[in-house]
DNA sequence: CGGCGGCTTGAGGTTGGTCAAGGCATGTGG
DNA sequence: CCACATGCCTTGACCAACCTCAAGCCGCCG
């Protein structure tokens, strides 16, 4: 911990951090956690596009806190596609919740230039076992991982493709304002349109059309990379979103 | 807990129920822990054939911890699909990891009779917070059920429906070899091929046509809702699956 | 200026859904 | 004990949806 390069134990610094701020969203944090998360992120990385960060197969024994930027968590499968389950932002943990394997189950690449902090995974254990608030939140992501994977299995498996895009969208606009990174309607797409097919099982050239389908309908209106949802409520209903299981915070319990 | 109609204190009995194998599977329990245990699995219910366990948008305040028999966790699309996320068995926690959630976002349904332990979530919460090895235990089964989920979305999104259908009998033949309820080559499918369909996103008559062609090939066999799997090598090629995604017990730390 | 990545559009072919009919096993009530 | 209903499996024909391949375009960056 000493001679980290950008000292962050003042708690002013700290809790502007998006992973701090999404802990301080789901439960109290006392000084104690707060320097205790200091400590743990001190050592700040710097990831470019395109650089693989975990490769599917190779064991791994740091996790990656992101600051800023994006990654997508992806597999390759032996047909020759890819299928991305997850779009990683800043506040999210890379490497989380599949760290309790001993080899990674997929990989994840960096999707333009990344701000991280390495965490050797034994001092993230430790923390876990030391706080047990924090600890607590974090099977609440877990969970909350669960349920948007989940989510994602309905889009792909069930979904008529114009639905699925509607869905992903709103996804997108929810997290992203979440975390301060959207305007209230719009929000810059960090995938490309093939990308955005691999998200949602379509080919690249049907992505188009989707978007194409959805701007003629008058729900969405794009600029370059930018995305504006111009009636919400419509592609809430065409696109079956319940913004619920997005919740930042788990139900309150008197005793917990 | 007294005059709980079936006393289950003598560990004799308790160490024998598939959940609290599972639980001993991936992380070492002490008498203490079998005793809470215990008492939390005092309450025993029936839940008959077809019988809804969860509904979706609704509170609930209970888990259900599963003895034997199967259920379904699903979702009903406004295009009047389904979408089937998981087979629970038995071991498995109803209502977990999602009781995070005020509001459920899926239903759950049972196929067949089923013997289930009723538990109040503050009870269970309690026991959490009260004994770190199992609220550690289930940080990773949370996990768990995420790589699942997420192995699942590769399938509806990525994989060919032949390729969909070998990697969904290749799972539930090892997540039932693992809980005792199979032989070595061979289960009891619980589902119909339409439930099948709307677990990897196929038609029912369309998993015949599949199902079919696995038997034409030479890869499996089925007598009724019995499946045997012949040539497991192939299947596992065909259908890209690697069981690590479900292994049982977490990685070791020597710390933890 | 030239190359590259991504967007857009089109034509054509396969896949897999839908609808429908028939068969078989099981279970139930008369 | 038989008649009937029910649920599931099986098969076929048809057709729309979506993928693949391909070409051209634009904007950006070296």
Chains 1, 2 share one sequence.
Request: proline share 4%; net charge neutral; with cysteine.
């Amino acid at each position: 911990m000493i001679g980290a390069s950008v000292p962050m134990s003042a708690s002013g610094v700290i809790d502007r951090h998006p992973f701090v701020a999404k802990l301080i969203q789901s439960i109290q944090l006392d000084e104690a956690d707060l320097a205790a998360l200091s400590g743990l992120l001190s050592h700040k990385i710097v990831a470019r596009k395109a650089k693989d960060i975990i490769v599917e197969g190779y064991e791994y024994k740091v996790l990656h806190v992101v600051e800023s930027g994006y990654a997508i968590r992806y597999k390759l499968l032996h047909n020759g596609k890819r299928q991305i389950m997850n779009v990683i932002m800043p506040g999210d943990i890379i490497g989380f919740p599949a760290c309790f394997y001993e080899h990674a189950v997929f990989s994840v690449t960096a999707i333009g230039e990344m701000n991280l902090h390495r965490v050797p995974l034994d001092d993230f254990a430790d923390l876990c076992l030391a706080r047990a608030r924090i600890a607590t939140a974090l099977l609440w992501f877990a969970a909350r991982e669960a349920a948007i994977y989940a989510e994602h299995i309905a889009d792909a498996g069930r979904r008529a493709p114009i639905e699925r895009l509607a869905h992903f969208i709103l996804e997108m606009l929810t997290r992203l304002r979440a975390i301060g990174a959207a305007a209230e309607h719009s929000f810059v797409m960090p995938l490309s349109q093939e990308g955005i097919g691999d998200v949602i099982g379509l080919s690249g050239p049907h992505v188009n059309r989707m978007l194409a389908e959805l701007k003629s309908e008058g729900l969405i209106a794009t600029n370059g990379p930018e995305v504006t949802v111009l009636d919400r409520a419509a592609l809430q209903i065409l696109g079956e979103f319940h913004p619920s299981y997005l919740a930042r915070a788990p139900i309150h319990r008197t005793k917990a």
